[in-house]
């Protein structure tokens, strides 16, 4: 026999919740359960997390609150059990702790710190000049190195998130022909962190190119720019499908179902009514995007504790820098 928590009364062996209070028979192992299943999440260690999520179910009623809730981080936990190993620890960064994350101001300076201390790291330098040298025989040695540095743009984006979120990372790396990446640590992120994470990247180079072409258009550029301008743009636009490998698939995974429609929707109606070859071809990208990420994003949109009114907004940003980078795209194409 064991005796209820709350009014001491003597519960059946098999009792999962005390009949006269309604206090769980087990309340003090659940608490120590989930507590060292938080610690684990905290240390990236989804197993022994998830073990102690299951741990936890089957001491609770079925149709209790709190087995509900349980089943909601299992299915949270399982989605981010599928982000990649972290890298080497002795390439990990640990970001700011001491700086108001909440100020635009500071969180602008911040940002502009990181883009500067990054490029003179030896690994992100080294790797760009390796990048210019091999790139430099096919392109020439300043297109070369130009579009390295719009490339370091949209990584940094990545990175800028990454550590806003407060998560390890490791410094840019450049890699000759294939472009460059950056690592962060396996910690837990909620969906809206990463898709936070995943747009980053071609917000950033986007906007790098958004700057370019307004320049351009102001002053007047060297055709070097103009080409690279619109390159960069046309890279940072495609990787916004939502298929393997590119930053649109980590972001679809991540938003809600109904922002994988709506965005299929605004582009087939950006498409139709400027006639635009770029916003069709995207459109046509994220349809394909609802057969893949259907069962995934219903599943985090669901189970996972996600901020409803910044994943719309994000969801609204996306929409509108590829319907943006469409128009651009189609311009620059015409001339």
């Known amino acids: ?15 999962l919740a005390c009949p006269h209070c309604g206090a769980l028979a087990w309340r003090d192992r659940l608490r120590a359960l989930h507590r060292e299943s938080a610690e684990a999440e905290a240390a990236g260690d989804y197993k022994r997390s998830l073990e102690g999520l299951h741990a936890c179910l089957e001491l609770l009623p079925a149709e209790s609150r ?21 890298p080497p620890a002795g390439m990990l960064v640990q970001p700011e702790a001491d700086r108001d994350r909440e100020s635009a101001a500071g969180n602008v300076f911040a940002a502009l710190r ?19 040298v091999c790139l430099g025989f096919m ?39 294939l472009g460059a990446f950056v690592l962060h640590g396996k910690t837990a992120q909620r969906p809206v962190e990463n898709a936070a994470i995943a747009f980053a990247g071609p917000l950033a180079g986007s906007m790098a190119s958004f700057a370019l ?37 980590r972001l679809a995974g991540s938003i809600s179902r109904g922002g994988i429609v709506a965005t299929a929707g605004a582009l087939c109606a950006a498409a139709a009514l400027g006639w635009n070859g770029y916003a069709l071809i995207m459109a046509l ?32 940003a996306v929409v509108a820098v590829l319907i943006v980078s469409a128009l651009l795209l189609e311009g620059l194409r015409r001339g």
């Open 213 to 249: 072409v307004g320049l351009d258009a102001a002053v007047g550029l060297p055709e070097l720019i103009r080409n690279l301008a619109y390159i960069n743009l046309l890279i940072n636009f495609l990787n916004l499908m939502p298929y393997w490998m590119l930053d649109g698939s």
């Open 114 to 132: 990181l883009a500067f201390v990054g490029l003179l790291k030896p690994r992100t330098l080294g790797s760009l000049a390796l990048w210019t």
């Open 66 to 86: 709190q087995h509900a809730q349980i089943e909601r981080e299992i299915a949270r936990l399982a989605y981010l059990d599928a982000k990649h190993p972290a």
């Open 285 to 316: 990208g994220w349809i394909g995007g609802i057969a893949i990420h259907w069962g995934s994003a219903g599943k985090v949109s669901r189970a996972a504790d996600v901020p409803r009114l910044k994943l719309r907004a994000m969801e609204g």
């Open 139 to 177: 392109m020439g040695w300043m297109e070369a190195f130009l579009f390295g540095l719009l490339i370091y743009v949209h990584e940094m984006g990545h990175l800028i998130a990454i550590e806003y979120y407060g998560y390890q990372f490791a410094w840019p790396v450049f890699v000759p022909f």
């Open 1 to 15: 026999m064991i005796a209820c928590p709350e009014c001491a009364a003597e519960l059946d062996e098999g009792a």
